[in-house]
Antibody
């Protein structure tokens, strides 16, 4: 059974930093591209970033240059380093698996999410 | 960027009703579209992939159709557990884009 468990959310000040983690199990982690998707309170879903199995990275314009996606295949863990967060980055952040290695596929399984609140 | 326009934004329906949700892409995306269901306080769950293929374990009352720019999610006979918000997502190009969601509630 595929399981994705996010952690690392919490309260962060504008301009600070935060690192989110997503621990994966139930599949061969290194064989799949992985994603972050967020949902602001009461709003819809917004794609944030994708990391392909080969290392290719993609970012939404809203986070480019501030957020960095990475992975540690030895620990089956995906990360999102959030630098210089802004109030409009406040959201639940979901980790989601892609159904192929390269990142060209669809999102199939999602974690339960971790809440990030950016406020002073 | 590809814009995904979903309609309606909300609808009220009764148990047993047939429900149709539409999603239009601003340019052709082939069949690179998925449908997701999200209940309050829960993570999204994939229902349909490749525009028309049903995710394993999803009831057969759900179906997807379309290709190119016009897509539809149909629930043939709405059940109490189907009251939720539904999203389409295109994975043809980056950035990935979602429709704005359709909230299905009880009439």
């Amino acid at each position: 059974e595929v399981q994705l468990l996010e952690s690392g959310g919490g309260l962060v000040q504008p301009g600070g930093s935060l690192r989110l983690s997503c621990e994966a199990s139930g599949f061969t982690f290194s064989n799949y591209a992985m994603n972050w998707v967020r949902q602001a309170p009461g709003k819809g879903l917004e794609w944030v970033s994708t990391l392909g199995g080969s290392g290719s990275t993609y970012y939404a314009d809203s986070v480019k240059g501030r957020f960095t996606i990475s992975r540690d295949n030895s620990k089956n863990t995906l990360f999102l380093q959030m630098n210089s967060p802004r109030a409009d980055d406040t959201a639940i952040y979901y980790c989601a698996k892609t159904d192929n290695y390269y990142g060209s596929g669809a999102l199939d399984y999602w974690g339960q999410g971790t809440l990030v609140t950016v406020s002073s | 960027d590809i814009q995904m326009t979903q309609s309606p934004s909300s609808l009220s329906a009764s148990v047993g009703d047939r429900v149709t949700i539409a999603c239009r892409a601003s340019q052709g995306i082939g069949n690179n579209l998925g449908w997701y269901q999200q209940k309050p306080g829960e993570a999204p769950k994939r229902l349909v992939y490749g525009a028309t293929s049903l995710q394993s374990g999803v009831p057969s009352r759900f179906s997807g159709s379309g290709s190119g720019t016009e897509f539809t999610l149909t629930i043939s006979s709405l059940q109490p557990e189907d009251f939720a918000t539904y999203y389409c997502l295109q994975h043809n190009t980056y950035p990935r884009t979602f429709g704005q969601g359709t909230k299905v509630d009880i009439k």
